[in-house]
């Protein structure tokens, strides 16, 4: 199994920056992939894509709506992956969740990753 912390949620008001970190720990060996996806109130159980990292090669990959704002990165050596998040908007409020996936292939779809963090609150202000 892969455990994922993740950390570096919180409140900010538009237009303000935010950098969330998830750290893999256990089985990561099996990891090929990092994605971060969010989940916003009133959204029910669907889980939105919002960028995803290969792990060899470094390969990004980002939901239209954060392209040119939120950027994903990796620290290989801590098995750690990042959202630079900046130009926040009110509309980008939500639980961020980290997760794994064992393909090494870009992929929005939310059952082709394999391990969960707990979410981390993101709070944007008007």
């Known amino acids: 199994q892969v455990q994922l912390v993740e950390s570096g949620g919180g409140l900010v008001q538009a237009g303000g920056s935010l950098r969330l970190s998830c750290a893999a720990s256990g089985r990561t060996f099996s990891i090929n992939a990092m994605g971060w996806f969010r989940q916003a109130p009133d959204s029910g159980e669907e889980r939105e894509f919002v960028?995803?990292?290969?792990?060899?090669?470094?390969?990004?990959y980002y939901a239209d709506s954060v392209k040119g704002r939120f950027t994903i990165s990796r620290d290989n050596a801590k098995n750690t992956v990042y959202l630079q998040m900046n130009s926040l908007k009110p509309e980008d409020t939500a639980v961020y969740y980290c997760?794994?996936?064992?393909?090494?292939?870009?992929?929005?779809?939310?059952?082709?990753?394999?391990?969960w963090g707990q979410g981390t609150q993101v709070t944007v202000s008007s």
């Open positions: 960028a995803t990292i290969i792990w060899s090669g470094g390969s990004t």
């Open positions: 997760a794994t996936s064992r393909y090494g292939r870009y992929s929005y779809y939310s059952y082709e990753y394999d391990y």
